[in-house]
């Protein structure tokens, strides 16, 4: 068993807050992210589980023992550095060996645990090779391999395949997802990338500046996202945003106008009563629509409103057309057989369903 | 603006032959992407062309004159290091004005200050001309350095993986401004990367290298569309395409009972002379259609195996006796680890590699 919880941890590096008054649940056997751009403080944060960092405020529990005061080697929980920190002079076998030889265990003991762990990894047959002689798959089984061992309670991992190349990363993820399904081990994974934090978190956590900025599945995150700063991180491309005041129509309908064209839209009826109880006229929004919800064509449909075509961008199963309306670029998916030619007319339209409202000011999510 | 050209190059190093009889030819005002993973020698090449290395044999041509016995100086050729090499202790202004003060340009001061704002202007950094540039941030560096280098308006333009520092959400960012620039511009660019996203977002033609040598050159659609070998077919596309080993009979079977798949016509007859050997079957995971329930005789049983929630799609990976396929979802399916589902190939779109020499064969 191994429920981590964090309690108002604050982490501080001389007058420089790293984390700021955090709090976060993570469950039994869980895959938790820790997503967000350098400098957030989700390294600082892993590394106050792990006990390699301590903190200046708050609490840290795993299970019901609280552990601020107890040493990393005693925790019981392992932290994974970037996965090829193996030890080229040593074996496979001797790797995964080594937290258990070092804490003094039987010979006869470390192999039974050994050779248990490499069968769970299917890693068998590379036992006596040494790190130079492994591809780097067989290197993160090593490495993973040398984790378990010890039977931790959780795994803590920083970052582990960032500096594989894209198509061994690819393999990498599934390939952790999968493992992480088998082994069932409480695990906290942090990563920059959101393509890596979609792909495996059972949850993520998104943090920016030292603060957590939502806490969610990864369809939530990506369908409902708390503010700009999520809406904006996950995704590829990221959510497109556009400036927009609230008005009302001539007939008292509720409406957004953006603040670069001065073309206006309907709010979608079912939110309508939402907004107008809750803002005055003029206040200020941002729309947000993320591409595949764009709607992209070379002539006129019917609710469509023009722009010029800035950018084409293939990426083999389908195209990113880049439109420019006024002095705002918005990225649009499109089939891999539209090409239109750049400066180009191009009319677009949203679905209505699928745009989000941001509260200008405070960035938070509206709708 | 120029064209480049190299005509049989070989660079060593050593025993190691980098570049084995490379031929390439970037047209006047073209984008021209070289993409191969790392130690393919596509920097190598690059240096060629600028003049940073010296090619054993072949030649060098911009704007069709041979350049192999200039110096990179004068070759008039602008190179875009990987990481900012910006003058940190300079301001924005001065880091754009210094190429134009080298004696060997003789630009007059009000030419200078002029160009220095134009450029500043069109890569949206003149608000930065007098803050230093160790204050900026990764993508405004960024900018700088590339501004630094169209303010001499060189014939041609070398980048090696630029974008590569930024992280993700600036990288999409530049990528589109870059493309646009060049447009704007009509530069010849000369970008190399390992990326295959950003390959096929900015080129115009991709040249496809490994090992120090050519696999192929195309627009991006033809590159991935019709990969004219299996590495060009791997190295392209996210989630990368499914390569299944297939024994050419009546059928084609990847498994017998399990998976066995039939060509369409005109594919069928181009096989004919396979019969009784092995080849690769490859299909892209987009062109994989999964259901929940077994139309026809073509739809092969999966379990599936793992789920990666991505937002506008799932990648599923789909357990089928000893393979694993990759497809793709929209994110309404809800496929969920150990359901039984249906894949079928779309068979204008199905790939065969010859396996011996992994070349194309239909």
């Not at chain 1, 959510?239 to 509720?254: H, Q």
């Not at chain 1, 595949?292 to 010029?308: F, H, N, W, Y």
């Not at chain 1, 007319?345 to 938070?364: M, N, Y």
């Not at chain 2, 120029?2 to 073209?30: P, W, Y």
Request: glycine fraction near 6%; charge should be neutral.
């Amino acid at each position: 068993m191994a429920r981590i919880r964090l309690v108002n941890i604050v982490k501080r590096f001389g007058d420089f807050a790293a984390v700021k008054k955090l709090n976060l649940e993570i469950s039994d056997k869980e895959f938790l992210v820790l997503l967000g751009p350098s400098g957030c403080g989700k390294t600082t944060t892993l590394r106050s589980i792990a006990g390699l960092e301590t903190v200046d405020e708050g609490e840290i529990w795993v299970d019901d023992i609280k552990v601020n005061d107890v040493r990393a080697s005693e925790r019981d929980i392992a932290f994974v550095f970037q996965l090829y920190a193996l030890y080229p002079h040593l074996t496979a076998y001797e790797n995964i060996a080594f937290p258990l030889k070092a804490q003094g265990e039987p010979t006869k003991s470390i192999k039974m645990k050994v050779e248990q762990v490499a069968k769970f990894l299917q890693i068998e047959h590379i036992l006596k090779r040494k790190p130079g002689a492994l591809s780097g798959g067989d290197m993160q089984r090593v490495a993973l391999g040398r984790a378990m061992v010890r039977r931790p309670k959780a795994f803590l991992m920083d970052e582990p395949i960032g500096t594989l190349d894209a198509r061994f990363r690819e393999e990498m993820r599934a390939e952790l997802k999968r493992l992480h399904l088998d082994i069932g081990a409480t695990t906290v994974y942090v990563t920059h990338d959101q393509v890596e934090a979609m792909s495996m978190g059972d949850r993520i956590a998104i943090m920016n500046l030292g603060e957590l900025q939502q806490v969610g599945t990864p369809m939530e995150v990506y369908n409902h996202p708390a503010n700009l700063f999520v809406a904006n991180f996950i995704g590829s491309p990221g959510m497109n945003f556009t400036d927009c005041k609230y008005i009302r129509e001539a007939n008292g309908t509720p409406a957004v106008e953006f603040v670069s064209s001065h073309l206006d839209m309907r709010i979608p009826p079912q939110y309508e009563k939402k907004i107008s109880e809750k803002y005055e006229e003029g206040k200020e929004l941002v729309l947000g629509i993320r591409p595949e919800d764009i709607t992209v064509r070379s002539e006129r449909i019917d609710g469509a409103l023009q722009a010029e075509v800035y950018v084409v961008e293939p990426l083999g199963p389908n195209n990113i057309i880049d439109i420019k309306i006024g002095n705002n670029i918005l990225k649009a998916r499109s089939p891999a057989s539209f090409k239109p030619k750049i400066g180009g007319a191009i009319w677009f339209k949203f679905d209505i369903d699928r745009i989000h409202l941001f509260d200008k000011k405070t960035g938070e999510a509206i709708i | 603006m120029a064209s480049v050209k190299l005509k049989s190059v070989i660079k060593r190093f050593g025993d190691i032959t980098a570049i084995n009889k490379l031929d390439l030819e970037i047209k006047d005002g073209e984008f021209f992407v070289l993409l191969g993973p790392t130690g393919a020698g596509k920097t190598t090449t690059l240096r060629v062309v600028a003049g940073l290395e010296t090619p054993e044999e072949g030649e060098v041509l911009i704007n069709d004159v041979v350049v192999n016995d200039l110096s990179p100086a004068n070759r008039d050729a602008a190179f875009i290091f990987q990481y900012y090499s910006l003058y940190p202790h300079y301001t924005v202004r001065q880091n754009l004005e210094f190429p134009l003060k080298a004696k060997i340009r003789r630009t007059s001061k009000e030419d200078m200050d002029k160009r220095v704002v134009e450029v500043a202007q069109i890569l949206h950094i003149d608000h930065l001309l007098d803050r230093r540039s160790d204050k900026l941030s990764g993508g405004e560096m960024q900018r700088v350095t590339i501004g630094r280098a169209i303010v001499r308006t060189p014939k041609v333009f070398l980048m090696d993986e630029p974008l590569s520092n930024l992280d993700a959400k600036l990288r999409e960012e530049m990528r589109a401004e870059l493309k646009r620039l060049q447009v704007d511009m009509g530069s010849t660019i000369f970008f190399v990367t390992h990326d295959q996203v950003e390959a096929m977002t900015m080129g115009d033609r991709i040249a496809v290298l490994n090992k120090g040598e050519i696999l192929q050159i195309g627009t991006p659609a033809e590159i991935y569309d019709i990969p004219d070998n299996i590495f060009v077919a791997t190295f392209v596309g996210s989630p990368a395409i499914n390569i299944l080993e297939t024994e050419v009979d009546s059928s084609f079977v990847v498994e017998p009972s399990i998976l066995e798949y039939k060509p369409a016509e005109p594919q069928k007859k181009i096989l004919t002379s396979y019969k009784g050997k092995r080849v690769n079957l490859g299909i892209r995971p987009e062109d994989i259609t999964v259901s929940k329930s077994k139309a026809g005789p073509e739809d092969y049983a999966c379990e599936v195996y793992v789920v990666e929630n991505m937002g506008m799609e799932d990648i599923l990976r789909l357990k089928i006796g000893k393979n694993i396929l990759r497809a793709i979802t929209p994110p309404t399916f809800h496929a969920q680890i150990g359901d039984i589902v249906y894949a079928s190939f779309d068979k204008d779109r199905t790939h065969f590699f010859d396996m011996d020499t992994g070349k194309r064969i239909v």
